[in-house]
Nanobody, 118 residues
Framework: VQLVDFGGVLVQPGGSLTLFCAAS????????MGWYRQGPGQPRRELVA????????DYADSVKGRFTISRDGAQNSISLQMNSRKHEDTAVYYC????????????WGEGTQVTVSS
């Protein structure tokens, strides 16, 4: 599976920004896709939001009510709408995909930088 993630920019606090991720290749019929992020100086990536091929969603507490993940099954793509941006949302956002049921490693996108700064 190949993932291309994009949409990150330098933005001011507040307002909306949408990230996109498109999958291609040997895509699983049952999958989980979503976004991790890694902030400046952070040693690990933080799970932000996920969506399954059944359209079940889950969010980190830090983004609940502000971010919305959605899926276009026909296009094998997902998007992450980020509302009410905060400085702490500054991070590299990585799209991932994995099989929904099998134990397997994630496929990753290259990452897209989101910088929230006034």
């Amino acid at each position: 599976v190949q993932l291309v993630d994009f949409g990150g920019v330098l933005v001011q606090p507040g307002g909306s920004l949408t990230l996109f991720c498109a999958a291609s290749g040997d895509i699983y019929e049952d999958y989980r896709m979503g976004w991790y992020r890694q902030g400046p100086g952070q040693p690990r990536r933080e799970l932000v939001a996920t969506i399954t091929s059944n359209d079940d969603t889950d969010y980190a507490d830090s983004v609940k009510g502000r971010f919305t993940i959605s899926r276009d099954g026909a296009q094998n793509s997902i998007s992450l709408q980020m509302n009410s941006r905060k400085h702490e949302d500054t991070a590299v956002y990585y799209c991932y995909m994995r099989h929904l049921y099998l134990i397997a490693t994630n496929d990753w996108g290259e990452g897209t930088q989101v910088t929230v700064s006034s």
